[in-house]
């Protein structure tokens, strides 16, 4: 299994961007998506997630309201939408993959997920 993520860069405040997650060796269906992030000197923290079977979803309170996860079945791809970018959004962002389903109040847990990839840098900056 593999996941590559692409999409960073460098935005400025109030900017958008798209991030993909392009998984091979897992299907998506019937197995939860998550993003997660890790900015300069802190501990990697969850951002979004997703559970194909269903389409449940579950994110951070500090980005609700300005990410979107969603996917395509056809590309087994997860993307991230980020709207409203903040300098505090400033990180590495990785994807993760389940090989199962969550519940969705365990989307959040770092240790529920089997697959990682290798992240990309988003830079929020003027």
């Known amino acids: 299994v593999q996941l590559q993520a692409s999409g960073g860069g460098l935005v400025q405040p109030g900017g958008s961007l798209r991030l993909s997650c392009a998984i091979s060796?897992?299907?998506?269906?019937?197995?939860?998506i998550g993003w997660f992030r890790q900015a300069p000197g802190k501990e990697r923290e969850f951002v979004a997630g997703i559970r194909w079977n269903g389409g449940s979803t579950r994110y951070a309170d500090s980005v609700k309201g300005r990410f979107t996860i969603s996917g395509d079945n056809a590309k087994n791809t997860v993307y991230l939408q980020m709207n409203s970018l903040e300098p505090e959004d400033t990180a590495i962002y990785y994807c993760?993959?389940?090989?199962?389903?969550?519940?969705?109040?365990?989307?959040?847990?770092?240790?529920?997920?089997?697959?990682w990839g290798q992240g990309t840098l988003v830079t929020v900056s003027s």
């Open positions: 060796g897992l299907a998506l269906e019937k197995n939860n």
């Open positions: 993760a993959a389940r090989r199962g389903l969550l519940i969705t109040s365990t989307m959040g847990h770092q240790d529920n997920y089997d697959y």
